[in-house]
């Protein structure tokens, strides 16, 4: 198994420009996850999903947006990049299985540049 | 709301000496408890989970963390540092909706 697969690894956008980070799992995990770290700060959660279909909001959700059309994949939208946006981008996956569903399988993440 | 809070953003410690990293919780219920590892330019890895079953638990590499409910606490241990630990390492509590709330995180450096 790949695990949990993101494109692309690194990426600048210019203010305004818009782009899809993109999230693959192969191990059919019905959750999924976006969180972006920031130095000092952890992880915060963006998005996240139960299930195909099924999306909600998580701590910082504003200039995002998500789709969830298959178990599988799970992409992150920016419409108008700004340069808060800049971070480092992690999508995770996790079973739907009580107490295992907390052990969340991360991707190697996505570093935004926004200037 | 639960949450976690790491004391100490950097931690340095001799290669065979003890790592000690510290993470306290707040929650009004027994909580699920998490480390996180995460090695240079990769993702995270999880190192250890308490879920009430025991208050000692044992992770992969070496690490393990007890669960103090009277301290609110669930530091993690490991007797006998390597350089291969240098990593950031996180704490994080279940929230529900199967959601994780991590904490600020903590940097471990190695000396040989």
């Known amino acids: 198994n790949a695990g949990v697969t993101q494109t692309p690894k690194f990426r600048i956008l210019k203010i305004g420009q818009s782009m899809t980070l993109q999230c693959t799992q192969d191990?059919?995990?019905?959750?999924m996850y976006w969180y972006r770290q920031d130095p000092g700060m952890g992880l915060k959660l963006i998005y996240y999903?139960?299930?195909?279909?099924?999306?909600d909001k998580g701590e910082v959700p504003n200039g995002y947006n998500v789709s969830r059309s298959t178990t599988e994949d799970f992409p992150l939208r920016l419409e108008l990049a700004a340069p808060s946006q800049t971070s480092v981008y992690f999508c995770?996956?996790?079973?739907?299985?009580?107490?295992?569903?907390?052990?969340?399988?991360f991707g190697p993440g996505t570093r935004l540049t926004v200037t | 709301a639960q949450s976690v809070t790491q004391l100490g953003s950097h931690v340095s410690v001799s290669e065979g000496a003890l790592v000690l990293l510290r993470c306290n919780y707040s929650?009004?219920?027994?909580?699920?408890l998490f480390w996180y590892v995460q090695y240079p330019n990769q993702g995270l890895q999880l190192l250890l989970k308490y879920t009430s079953a025991a208050t000692l638990v044992k992770g992969i590499n070496g690490f393990e963390a007890e669960f103090k409910k009277s301290e609110t606490s669930f530091h993690l241990t490991k007797p006998s540092a390597h350089m291969s630990d240098a990593a950031e390492y996180f704490c994080?509590?279940?929230?529900?909706?199967?959601?994780?709330?991590f904490g600020a995180g903590t940097t471990v450096t190695v000396r040989a």
């Open positions: 191990m059919n995990h019905n959750y």
């Open positions: 929650s009004s219920v027994p909580p699920y």
């Open positions: 994080a509590v279940g929230l529900s909706g199967y959601k994780l709330s």
């Open positions: 999903s139960v299930g195909a279909g099924i999306t």
């Open positions: 995770a996956s996790s079973k739907n299985l009580a107490g295992a569903a907390y052990e969340q399988y």
